[in-house]
């Protein structure tokens, strides 16, 4: 297995840190509102890598924390006249209900900040007392000139990063790249901490629940592209300074969801909420796993609604395979290993195998369908059927897909045969008869 390290700008083999196991940590969001299908980008393709690597056997360990201590939360909380914890816990169900319609596992590692607030003060701590981090005025910065290769991430020298429009202007800070680890606010949830009451900055959180957590470097670490510069840069060099690695063996960043070629955001309104999509989640995976991760997708109701089409196809080719071996009480037993079948499936693992290559596995999942209508209008043994539809769940286990299609019961299974004897006997009133009923309850 290959992947596209961020960190190195270059396809690696994959070697995790444990034979047999995956950490991964993929950053999540800041609860303090509903996600947009921008966001649902990383949900999607990150869920589907996970799953690809428990389809290969790996034991996986998944987290992906929740911001529950942020300014917009304040904001918020002051707006609807509520808690920032009650305004926090609200969007966090809020969360997992969008993560859930676009068929997402929700069984990971779940950290909240608030829960790690006595870990991320002694992270801080830790890197205040190896001079790494100082105290000016009221808040506490980290020192970016100790880490030689910062920049390295996002593949950019100090001096353009100093230049750069991103960096405030402090006073305070010794340095202009330096990044803020606590700071006091007047407003909002305060915490008590050896260098004073505040909160953390956003860059620390994630790097110290990671630490926490996995208890030392992590396999994959992953995100949006537009983490790259200053968030994951500075999770990299947090944990460079405290224990001589960069928190993961491999970065991996998605491209942006566009909507009329401009990146979808809410500050810009141009957004559609997940909540909100009325478009079948199978269709709304299929078209976002149709586009390489690392490349840009541009949403449109023209490209959406070719992938209505194409999981028309997929699921009407798919229900037919079905129902011809439930009928045939042949949905289970021994399946039968076709030669065609099995170019298929190493085509499949070929391309996910190779950074995870969704648009080449999309088109093994379509070679499939052309194979199984093939199958199913020739005489072919119920054997190799079962082959086929088991490698249609395997392709849908990986990439998220739910087909729909439940056994048929005993009363419907004797309606289909009556209906047979009926044609067979030419009695096309009493056939028409039970056909209807057989569409009625969706066997034909």
């Known amino acids: 297995m290959k992947i596209f390290n ?52 790996y034991e996986v360990t998944f987290a992906s924390n929740f911001t529950d201590v942020d300014d917009k939360i304040i904001t918020k909380a002051i707006e609807l006249e509520r808690t920032e914890k009650e305004v926090a816990e609200e969007f966090i169900a809020a969360f997992l209900a969008d993560v859930e319609k676009v068929q997402s596992k929700t069984d990971y590692i779940k950290p909240k900040v608030t829960d790690y607030m006595d870990k991320i003060i002694q992270y801080i701590q830790q890197l205040i007392d190896k001079g790494y981090a100082y105290k000016a005025g009221t808040d506490v910065y980290f020192r970016v000139d100790k880490i030689k290769d910062y920049g390295s991430l996002s593949n950019q020298s100090i001096d353009d ?57 992590i396999d994959i670490h992953g995100g949006g592209s537009g983490l790259m510069f ?29 909507f009329s070629n401009v990146k979808m955001s809410k500050s810009l309104g141009n957004v559609i909420l997940v909540k909100d999509l009325t478009i ?12 390489h991760y690392r490349a840009p997708i541009e949403f449109t109701d023209e490209a959406l609604q070719n992938y209505v089409t194409e999981w028309d196809k997929i699921q009407r080719v798919y229900k037919q395979l079905h129902r011809k071996l439930d ?67 395997d392709f849908f286990e990986v990439f998220g897909l739910k087909h729909g299609v439940s056994e048929l019961s005993k009363d419907d299974k004797q309606l289909y045969h009556d209906w047979q004897t009926a044609r067979s006997e030419k009695d096309f009133a009493k056939a028409d008869e039970l056909r209807a009923k057989l569409q009625e309850r969706d066997v034909l």
């Open 6 to 57: 961020s960190y190195t700008n270059q396809l690696e083999d994959f070697q995790p840190l444990e034979p047999g196991k995956v950490k991964i940590y993929i950053c999540g969001p800041t609860v303090w509102n509903y996600i947009h299908i921008g966001n649902a980008r990383p949900v999607i393709f990150f869920d589907t890598v996970r799953r690809y690597f428990e389809h290969r056997d």
């Open 161 to 217: 990063l100093i230049s750069g429009s991103r960096i405030d202007v402090n006073t305070n800070k010794e340095n202009p790249l330096d990044f803020t680890l606590w700071k006091y606010t007047g407003e909002g949830i305060t915490y008590d901490a050896p260098f004073g009451e505040g909160r953390p900055g956003w860059h620390t959180e994630c790097v110290a629940m990671i630490d926490n957590i996995f208890g030392g470097e």
């Open 230 to 258: 200053p968030h994951h840069e500075n999770e990299i060099a947090q944990a460079e300074a405290l224990h001589g690695h960069h928190v993961a063996r491999y970065w991996m960043h998605n491209g942006l969801l566009n």
């Open 280 to 291: 079948d989640p199978n269709v709304f995976r299929l078209f976002t796993l149709s586009t």
């Open 327 to 393: 009928l045939a009480d042949s949905l289970y037993g021994n399946a039968k290993i076709d030669p065609d079948l099995l170019l298929i499936y190493k085509d499949f693992l070929a391309a996910m195998d190779n950074d995870f290559n969704t648009p080449n596995a999309n088109t093994a999942l379509q070679d499939l369908v052309k194979q199984a209508n093939q199958m199913l209008r020739s005489k072919t043994e119920p054997e190799v059927l079962l082959s086929a539809k088991k490698l249609f769940d």
